[in-house]
């Protein structure tokens, strides 16, 4: 192998993206964060080692800090970021390479994309020029990584963007009653957050925000009722993503 490509996706734009790369660098390997998070340890193979995943609040989803937390480099790994995003990817990728940092690595090269968002909502129009460009973006991001190029400069100073800290419930997502208890936002659920209780979903407070289960949820059910702008938006997926790949992502179905 000469790439491993490490990444978290909640509506598919993530894994489209880390689908296009697998496609465009020559033996490379998918490695789902979801499923790999809980190890304590994950051993980095040699060669490139790819992190993708979406921006939250400019940073990396927790499982992407998990997972990093508990990951060993070799000394000559190449390592890099590929993240998507709806408006900017604030500090992202500076955040990684001071995770890195912490376990003896560092970041060479930080490349991103813009997608459609899956919080809060873009134009239509912006949307579908997003996916109609992602893989011609793709297409000119991957000569880079086959350079190797080693153009990430680190930084001293932070954006002023909240960090992703530890995770919670904060924005009170909740299923209402037309929950019929099928369970597929359980088995989407990264952190093993949600329990079906007396045919009704359970949301706990151990919630990394990534909105599978709003987004995936077939009857609707799930509100993120403290946020009055946002709690009925839209439902999003990227077009060519099923629930069921978003499940194998989590060690929950057959693999990609
Ligand atoms: C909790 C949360 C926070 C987000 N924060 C940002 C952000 O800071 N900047 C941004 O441009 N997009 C942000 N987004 C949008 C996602 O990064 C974007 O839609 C991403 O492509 C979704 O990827 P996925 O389909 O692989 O899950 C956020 C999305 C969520 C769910
Ligand atoms: S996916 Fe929707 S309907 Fe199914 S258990 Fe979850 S909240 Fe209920
Ligand atoms: S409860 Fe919903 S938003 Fe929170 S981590 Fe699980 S799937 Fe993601």
């Given at each position: 192998m000469?790439t ?12 489209t ?12 390997e998918l490695?789902p964060?979801?499923?790999l ?8 193979p040699?060669?490139?080692?790819g992190?993708l995943f979406?921006v939250?609040y ?5 499982p992407m800090r998990q997972?990093?937390?508990?990951m ?5 790994s190449y390592l890099?970021?590929?993240t998507?995003?709806r ?7 500076l ?7 912490t376990r003896g690595a560092?970041l060479?090269?930080?490349l ?8 809060f ?6 949307d579908?020029?997003?996916?109609q460009l ?6 000119q991001?991957?000569?880079r990584?086959?350079?190797r ?7 001293d100073?932070l954006?002023?963007l909240?960090?992703v800290g530890a995770p919670k419930n904060?924005?009170?997502?909740e299923a209402?009653g ?7 936002c359980?088995?989407l659920c ?13 949301i ?6 990534c ?9 609707e ?8 702008s946002?709690a009925?938006r839209?439902k999003?997926h ?5 629930a069921?790949?978003i499940a194998?992502?989590?060690g ?5």
């Open positions: 000469n491993a490509i490490y990444y978290f996706s909640a509506t598919g734009n993530t894994l993206t880390a689908r296009m790369l697998r496609q465009l660098l020559p033996e490379s490695f964060a979801a499923e998070m809980n190890l304590p340890r994950v051993e980095a040699a060669g490139a080692v992190l979406p939250y400019g940073d990396m989803p927790y997972l990093i937390s508990r060993v480099f070799r000394p000559d890099f970021t590929l998507t995003w408006g900017h990817e604030g500090d992202a990728p955040r990684v390479d001071q995770l890195l940092r560092r060479s090269l930080a991103g994309i813009p997608m459609p968002g899956n919080s909502i873009n134009p239509p129009e912006l579908r020029e997003h996916l992602q893989r011609q973006r793709v297409e991001l991957a000569p990584i086959l350079a190029e080693d153009s990430f400069k680190p930084r100073q954006l002023p909240s960090p904060f924005r009170g997502l209402e037309s929950c019929t208890g099928c369970g597929l359980a088995r990264p952190m093993g957050n949600i329990e079906i209780k007396d045919g009704r979903a359970i706990g407070d151990s919630c990394c925000t909105l599978s289960c709003f987004h995936w949820c077939p009857n059910a799930i509100w993120m009722s403290r946020e009055p946002v009925r839209s999003y990227h077009p060519e993503v099923t069921g790949d194998a992502c989590r929950q179905g057959p693999a990609h």
